[in-house]
């Protein structure tokens, strides 16, 4: 099993519809992470967390919001999806300073 | 805040030829640096970081980066490309201050191996 889980790996939607991007890991961490990837602007961080009780924004988190749902468990939605959401969504998990472990990512098609 | 400008968006190359990828930051603070590697249709996986020591960092397939702090820069290279180095490289920085260790990305490189 990977060590970092995404679910769907693919997905399409309608403008307007309320979505949810899993993720999952066996790392063990405590740190998670949820960016975003567009051509040209790399990745952009969304949400993070530190721990189940600790929830942060990061450079472009409106029109999203997050769940810790367990140590193992982050989850992003999307309130209202809107075309320029469309995106390819990645997870990570961290132990501290180190780098990060990837998921294989969401592509998200907002129609 | 920190900031990471890869300076080439494509880099074309052919088989056997060295090649840069040019990565230059900026940051209040002291920083670990990082550069990943996005194959087609793939996650992100590190190939090599800097966290202190010597400047010079070798990472997995034959790559390698120098980190020079005056002029704020961590250029990844390697002496001779593969076919199955086409990929997209994304060069990130970390503080280590109190603020954790959010990871920054650059806008990527990509690179073409051509045969």
């Known amino acids: 099993d990977a060590d970092v889980t995404q679910t769907p790996r693919n997905r399409i939607t309608k403008t307007g519809k309320r979505i949810m991007l899993e993720c999952s890991q066996t790392?063990?961490?405590?740190?998670m992470y949820w960016y975003r990837q567009d051509p040209g602007l790399g990745l952009r961080l969304i949400y993070y967390s530190f721990d189940v009780k600790d929830i942060n924004k990061g450079e472009i988190s409106d029109g999203y919001s997050v769940s810790r749902q367990a140590q193992a468990k982050f989850s992003l939605s999307l309130e209202s999806a809107i075309p320029n959401q469309t995106a390819l969504y990645f997870c990570?998990?961290?132990?501290?300073?180190?780098?990060?472990?990837f998921g294989s990512g969401t592509r998200l098609t907002v129609v | 805040a920190q900031s990471v400008t890869q300076l080439d968006s494509q880099v074309p190359v052919f088989e056997e030829a060295p090649v840069e990828l040019r990565c230059n930051y900026s940051?209040?603070?002291?920083?670990?640096l990082f550069w990943y590697v996005q194959y087609p249709n793939q996650g992100l996986q590190l190939l090599l970081k800097?966290?202190?020591?010597?400047?010079l960092v070798k990472g997995i397939n034959g790559f390698e980066a120098e980190f020079n702090k005056s002029q704020t820069s961590f250029h990844l290279r390697k002496p001779s490309v593969h076919i199955s180095d086409t990929a997209e490289y994304f060069c990130a920085v970390s503080d280590y201050g109190a603020a954790g260790n959010k990871l920054t990305f650059g806008g990527g490189t990509r690179v073409l191996v051509k045969p």
């Open positions: 800097y966290l202190s020591g010597s400047t």
């Open positions: 990570a998990t961290s132990g501290g300073g180190y780098g990060y472990t």
């Open positions: 940051s209040s603070v002291s920083v670990y």
């Open positions: 790392k063990g961490h405590d740190r």
